[in-house]
């Protein structure tokens, strides 16, 4: 038997005691959804560097995820605006104009939603948390990262990689890989 559920469902049912029996295939992975989204995917590079902290020879987040900043999370949020309002910041806006870029981090494909922080997006933002003074009150899924003003081009322009993989069962985990394709943005 199959069993195909609505998005949300697997929330409510226990893999093996609902359903997932042997005789049974499911399509959902929990915690799949953590791979899925801007801003969850930033909440565990997070948590992952702050768990190396004190070992960044074992993993050094800034070589694999620019800085990132939840507006949605308080403390987040604070730490961006004092970056915001910092000298640094100033002298880098001067030599590079874009800094940072603005993210929409749920709901949002294929580049929607995301906008280089230009003076104008930027004074969008100070006014939409006061300079930081609303930071916790608002819960809209904005992230903000490092902008990467250097990235690896090929043949002058951005590019990424398909690759497809099916996880076939996780206990134990048999995974199977397939070469994808490079894909090339046109601009």
């Known amino acids: 038997n199959m069993f195909y559920s609505a998005k949300s469902a697997h929330q409510y049912k226990y893999i093996g005691r609902h359903f997932g029996c042997l005789a049974q295939e499911y399509n959902h992975i929990p915690g799949h959804h953590s791979i899925n989204r801007k801003d969850t995917i930033a909440e565990g590079a997070i948590a992952y560097q702050e768990k190396f902290t004190d070992r960044p020879q074992c993993f050094n987040n800034d070589k694999y995820f620019p800085k990132t900043w939840l507006l949605y999370n308080r403390e987040s949020c604070l730490d961006f605006f004092e970056q915001l309002n910092s000298a640094e910041y100033l002298a880098l806006k001067k030599e590079r104009e874009i800094v940072f870029i603005k993210k929409i981090a749920a709901g949002s494909h294929r580049g929607e939603g995301v906008f280089p922080l230009t003076s104008q997006e930027e004074l969008i933002l100070r006014r939409e948390y006061r300079n930081g ?14 902008y990467v003003h250097n990235p690896l081009l090929l043949e002058g322009r951005k590019f990424d990689f398909r690759m497809y993989m099916v996880i076939a069962s996780t206990n134990p985990l048999m995974a199977y890989y397939h070469d994808g394709f490079l894909r090339g943005s046109l601009f």
């Open 133 to 146: 003074t609303l930071c916790g009150q608002r819960n809209k899924p904005i992230i903000v990262q490092n």
